[in-house]
């Protein structure tokens, strides 16, 4: 067993046999080692963390789904709905996490509406239905979100459940590049070369409009 770290060598002259540090399996055996003690570590954190993480989150479902009870929260039933749909404090859940989403989006809270367009669109917990969720994603995008406005834009550009339109995917990537999102300033420059000079400036009229409608 000890040989294993050890390379025997010989003196050529006086051929006296002695043995050195095998390098390379020693190198090994480390690396091994010091992986073994990371898992090992991270197991620890793992097992002595996550109960306490989980009653956390458990209270912060609790709480939620309490507020939510009140039948007008839509922020609360927001939040309902993402714990459900992420699992966290609570058993996974998408088709109850619609149901939440939609309770959300029906009393007015924006991202709600965006979630429940989305599982429209993605058929997550839902019937998927194209027309119904371009309907949400577009309200909350009326209202600035910027992620709808970003998916709109994607949306009537890539032919996603409606006929290829690039002046309505111009007008959603300006609205959220107007908001910093970098990947819709992206997408709108590479759909301006196919527009006229006059559709660009009704485009920009109108998305000057709907700013002016959701403030």
């Not at 994607?154 to 910093?180: E, M, P």
């Amino acid at each position: 067993m000890i040989r294993t770290f050890y390379k025997a060598y010989r003196c050529k002259k006086c051929r006296y046999r002695f043995f050195l540090a095998n390098t390379i399996i020693v190198s090994w055996c480390l690396i091994v080692l010091g992986l073994s003690l990371f898992m090992l570590l991270a197991w620890a954190v793992q097992r002595f963390d996550i109960p306490e993480l989980e009653a956390r989150d458990i209270a912060v479902y609790d709480r939620a789904k309490e507020r939510a009870r009140s039948g007008d929260d839509g922020a609360a039933e927001l939040q309902v709905g993402i714990l459900l749909s992420e699992g966290r404090g609570v058993v996974k859940n998408d088709k109850e996490a619609a149901q939440w989403f939609k309770k959300g989006a029906l009393h007015g809270n924006v991202e709600a509406q965006y979630q429940y367009g989305n599982s429209l669109f993605k058929g997550v917990g839902v019937l998927q239905n194209y027309k119904d969720a371009i309907y949400w994603i577009e309200k909350a995008a009326r209202s600035g979100y910027v992620k709808a406005q970003y998916d709109l834009g994607n949306i009537y550009r890539f032919k996603s459940g409606v006929a290829n339109d690039d002046k309505r995917a111009y007008l959603w990537f300006t609205l959220a590049a107007g908001q910093g999102s970098m990947e819709a300033a992206i997408g709108r420059d590479q759909i301006e070369g196919r527009l006229k000079p006059e559709e660009i400036a009704a485009l920009q009229e109108e998305a000057s409009r709907i700013i002016t409608e959701s403030r």
